[in-house]
């Protein structure tokens, strides 16, 4: 079972910009974010696979940037120019041997 830790959500104003951290308790092929606003299905934001090959929903492209640290199990999410619409908890992903994992999410919060 892998156990995701996601930190850095927070409040912000828009405009602005954070940087989420997931820490995996092993090595995971795939890992990435995905996030759910209120009233609303769980949406991808991206993936990055080990050797860095990432994946973005066309809607984030541009704004949003994921990277990773292998030899730490963490994957990151930078997060710019934030809009209220960003507003959403958002979940930490993993998957390994064909299994998918999740972490229990962070809160991110855009003010107007």
């Known amino acids: 079972q892998v156990q995701l830790v996601e930190s ?5 104003q828009a405009g602005g910009s ?19 606003a209120p009233g609303k299905q769980r949406e991808l934001v991206g993936t ?4 860095g090959t990432t ?4 809607s984030m492209k541009g704004r ?7 030899a730490k199990n963490t994957v990151y999410l930078q997060m ?7 507003t959403a908890v958002y979940h930490c992903y993993a998957r ?6 999740w972490g229990q999410g ?3 919060t855009v003010s107007s």
């Open 8 to 12: 850095g959500g927070g409040l912000v």
């Open 18 to 36: 954070l940087r989420l951290s997931c820490a995996a308790s092993e090595s995971c092929f795939n890992m990435g974010w995905y996030r759910q």
């Open 48 to 51: 990055i696979t080990s050797d």
């Open 55 to 58: 994946n973005y929903a066309d």
């Open 64 to 70: 949003f940037t994921i990277s990773r640290v292998n």
């Open 80 to 86: 710019d120019s934030l809009k209220p619409e960003d």
């Open 96 to 101: 390994k041997f064909s299994r998918d994992f």
């Open 106 to 108: 962070t809160q991110v």
